[in-house]
């Protein structure tokens, strides 16, 4: 009862895979711990097929991180260009946040983003504050739309008082004339002409 509640809550408010993890795993238990199966071959075949099953399941969803960590540790020790350790975390939020600072924005400044801002880690090491965004479900709508309307709307972020906007998951092939793309991060900026002095 305790966990169906704990789950519907979540389900509710935000489900997240890292919020309920917990719960799963306890429901997990519950369940095996509720079956009652007598000590046989059987029995015995089927529980190696059950573990061999979940392993499966662990590994296969391994799989994308792992390589795309191994592709970047083999750009870094080869010299592709790649100039950070592969294993630091969080470099490529710290170079949109470094970026961001270099045309002159500074901690407290407002900005826009695009896509998923709930991991905007580069907004929290600039500073800065998420003023308006398109989230990850319109991202789309927003690179297939024409440049008049892309004018359009960032016109719109900018009269939020966005000084800049920061883009995650563009589309490859996607048009982004007066984007720059931030460094070697998938992150792009559209950094809107001010005189951030005053």
């Known amino acids: 009862m305790p966990i169906g509640a704990g789950l519907t809550a979540y389900t509710l408010l935000h489900l997240e895979g890292r919020l309920i993890v917990a719960y799963v795993v306890a429901l997990w238990v519950v369940l095996f711990q509720s079956i009652a199966t007598p000590i046989s071959a059987e029995s015995r075949r089927a529980f190696t097929a059950i573990l061999t099953s979940a392993a499966l ?23 592709s260009g790649i100039e950070t350790p592969f294993l630091q975390s969080g470099h ?35 500073r800065l504050h ?44 996607t048009a982004t004339t007066d984007w720059q793309r931030i460094a070697d991060t998938d992150y792009y900026a559209y950094v809107f002409l001010r005189d951030y002095n005053k």
């Open 57 to 79: 399941i662990v590994t296969v969803s391994l799989i994308p991180g792992t390589a795309r960590a191994m592709r970047h540790a083999s750009h870094y020790l080869t010299g």
């Open 130 to 173: 998420v003023v308006a965004e398109i989230p990850e479900d319109g991202a789309t709508a927003f690179w297939s739309a024409g440049t008049a309307k892309q004018a359009i709307v960032m016109q719109l972020l900018r009269n939020t008082g966005a000084m800049a906007v920061v883009a995650s998951g563009v589309p490859a092939g």
């Open 92 to 126: 490529s939020d710290w170079r949109v946040a470094e970026y961001l600072h270099n045309p002159g924005l500074r901690a407290g400044d407002p900005v826009g983003s695009v896509g998923n801002t709930y991991e905007a880690y580069w907004a929290r090491m600039a």
